[in-house]
């Protein structure tokens, strides 16, 4: 399989996740948006990692060639684990003081 | 054309198609849904590259603890049957042709690159498996594993203080 198919793939993920977070105004719509674009990022990792193996630099690294990448989705997923707690806590405490989930409502910083 | 190029047609349009009804459907719990969709033909892209391992993970943190606890806030705040305010329709026009924009420069910068035309491995290859993953996790790669767990403590904590009432 070429890789460009899972570049494209994963682009357009990346950027339908960017016009979600441009178009949408609820918070936890874009916040959803945020995490698909992780996701896109995660499956480009994936695909790298396995993209040398028919090619690798050195004998005795062909077996664990693309390990790292791997593991950074993991460690990713890890932090976006912890970055939806967080964020959805935010997202309660703004529904708890103003009443709405609109990103709209958020523009105290500008006057 | 063969089954793995079938298989991974299907899961893209799988994946684009549900990413998009997630970004247009107007309820929220259908936009969750609809992003699990995502997350399984994701989970499939990774069986199809031999990843097992991250697509487990993938169901159950993604598609299990994090989208359950998207419902949980949605159905917590009943937002199921509010519709979004009455928007700007320029605004959403711009958001979606600067969107588009990205994908397109993105695209065309690909034409030049050196990845282009290489191979993925697809179904074969063992870095996937959960032996060799485990091994790398807890030698190399011990240390930040073991602060990823002072980040989960960290953000557990926050997650009480943010949301607790005055």
């Not at chain 1, 990448?69 to 993991?74: K, L, N, R």
């Not at chain 2, 499939?44 to 391992?53: P, T, W």
């Not at chain 2, 993970?57 to 937002?79: D, E, K, P, R, T």
Request: aromatic share 10%.
């Amino acid at each position: 399989m070429f890789i460009d198919y899972y570049i494209i793939l994963s682009v357009a993920l990346f950027c339908i996740g960017i016009v979600g977070v441009l178009t949408r105004r609820n918070a936890i719509i874009i916040f959803m948006c945020v995490e698909l674009m992780l996701n896109a990022v995660n499956l480009l990792l994936v695909a790298f990692s396995k993209m040398h193996h028919l090619t690798p630099p050195k004998k005795e690294l062909a077996a664990v060639a693309g390990t790292d990448g791997q593991i950074f989705v993991f460690f990713i997923m890890v932090v976006a684990a912890a970055e939806v707690s967080v964020g959805l806590a935010i997202i309660v405490m703004m529904y708890r003081n103003i009443h709405s989930v609109d990103v709209n409502f958020l523009n105290r910083l500008k006057h | 054309m063969n089954v793995t190029e079938i298989l991974f047609g299907i899961l893209t349009v799988m994946a684009l198609f549900s990413a998009l009804l997630m970004i247009t459907s107007k309820n929220p719990v259908h936009s969750v849904l609809w992003l699990i969709v995502t997350f399984f033909s994701i989970s499939g892209h990774y069986i199809l590259l031999n990843a097992q391992f991250l697509a487990v993970v993938n169901i159950i943190v993604y598609a299990g603890a994090i989208m359950v606890l998207f419902l949980f806030v949605i159905m917590l705040m009943n937002l199921n049957n509010t519709a979004e305010p009455k928007k700007n329709r320029w605004l959403k026009l711009v958001g979606g042709i600067a969107g588009g924009c990205l994908f397109l420069v993105l695209v065309a910068a690909l034409k030049d690159s050196e990845v282009k035309r290489q191979f993925t491995e697809v179904k074969t290859g063992d870095i996937g498996l959960i032996k060799n993953l485990g091994k790398e996790l807890f030698s190399t790669y011990v240390v930040p594993f073991e602060i990823s767990s002072i980040l989960f403590l960290s953000a557990m904590v926050g997650a009480v203080v943010i949301g607790k009432k005055e």
